[in-house]
């Protein structure tokens, strides 16, 4: 909103200071530094506000880890909602409106936390762990995926549009044509999920999208500018820089939710939170056309999926289990680790992961 206004104020012919208002850099750096502190003033009385309605908190599934029963009990859900206003006025306030790329991914990330809420909201409603159907809960990510992953094709340049790109080969792009949104459904739905089922422990889950957040600011940056992504050999997605406002927004608050939801947390994200989360996520991939490289960058979260199916599909097959409970970071617990001691060494893996993403971009 305010790049807008600037806009106007420079065409009119008045150059004042807010002229840095046009730099991606510094609007970036507001809006990390504008969603922190909106999660900071908001948290402590919306964590009041939730505990007055919840009364008796998120309820505990009575098949996790025995503990989880009694030292998380009470603690309210939802937390997620604190993520998304700070997130959405940030973005709103510091990023440029005309951005279709801004709005997609946005209205992606709110989406899945509508599905998110409902979700969280049946929870509380019926006192136990069953929400949505999974019916209804797919089906409402896939359609919303769907749209989005079509809505990014059409703002993408021709020659990219239906492709998938491949990191370290520039010159190697697999066309998919009209499955090219489907491509994006699946990555999108996918990583909402994954995200989901990472969201088990104290800070677990935004650790590492913060993490991934801050690696895909600087993606969005570079890809956005036609001069340093043929310099670090990637596709250059014109107005995709802008995205980069969005993802510090995102880490500002992901740092502020975890003000809050360090252990011992005061409030849960819930599905709220992760779902919407992991869109965020997926549809910053397919928009910069990094798909793959948020398997590397996202890969605790991938590792977490995959422990639950490989789990249920070797339980249906031969009625033993592969680890003592999934997702992954519950077979830890199981095995005697304190919870910080996971969370930690689960964000340390995420860093290094992080880290591994941004190798990904080379030098001529």
């Known amino acids: ?22 730099y991606i850099s510094f609007r970036a750096g507001c809006a990390c ?13 919306l964590i009041t506000m939730l505990r007055r309605i919840q009364r008796y908190g998120q309820p505990i599934r009575a098949v996790g880890p ?13 937390g997620g909602m604190l993520i998304l206003i700070s997130l959405t006025v940030a973005t709103l306030l510091w990023g440029n409106l005309e951005n279709g790329f801004v709005w997609a991914v946005l209205l992606t990330t709110l989406g899945f936390g509508v599905i998110g809420f409902a979700d969280d909201y049946r929870k509380l409603a019926r006192r136990n762990t069953d929400g949505l159907s999974k019916r209804a809960r797919l089906g409402s990510e896939f359609a919303i995926s769907l749209i989005c992953g ?3 094709q059409y703002l993408m340049p021709p020659e990219l549009a239906n492709h998938l ?23 999108i739905t996918g990583f909402g999920n994954a995200v989901n089922f990472t969201d ?18 600087i993606l969005s940056y570079v890809v956005g500018n036609h001069v340093f992504a043929d310099y670090l050999q990637v596709h250059a997605v014109p107005g995709t820089g802008e995205l980069a406002v969005f993802c510090a927004a995102l880490v500002g608050a992901g740092l502020g939710f975890l003000w809050f939801n360090a252990p011992p947390a005061a409030v849960f994200m819930g599905d709220t939170g992760s779902l919407s989360l ?12 990094h798909e793959l490289v948020l398997c590397i960058v996202g890969g605790l979260f991938v590792v977490e999926t995959l422990s639950v199916i490989i789990q249920v599909f070797w339980y249906k097959r031969t009625g ?22 996971i969370v930690i060494r689960f964000w340390i893996v995420s860093i290094v992961l992080g880290m591994c993403g941004l190798a990904t971009l080379k030098l001529r």
């Open 66 to 78: 025995e503990r989880h029963i009694i030292e998380k009990a009470g603690t309210p859900t939802m």
């Open 165 to 187: 790109a491949f990191p370290f080969a520039k010159e190697l792009l697999l066309p998919l044509g009209l499955l090219y949104p489907v491509f994006a459904m699946i990555v």
């Open 278 to 289: 992991g869109g965020a996520l997926g549809s910053l991939a397919v928009a910069i056309k």
């Open 200 to 217: 088990g422990l104290d800070g677990l889950a935004i650790g590492p999208v913060v993490v991934a957040a801050l690696v895909f600011a």
């Open 33 to 45: 530094m504008t969603a922190l502190g909106i999660s900071l003033l908001l948290g402590r009385p």
């Open 150 to 152: 079509g809505w990014l």
């Open 1 to 22: 909103m305010l790049y807008l206004l600037v806009s106007h104020a420079v065409h009119d012919g008045h150059i004042t200071l807010l002229n840095l208002l046009r």
């Open 320 to 341: 033993r289990r592969v680890f003592l409970m999934a997702p992954i970071h519950h077979h830890f617990e199981k095995k005697g680790w304190a919870e910080p001691k």
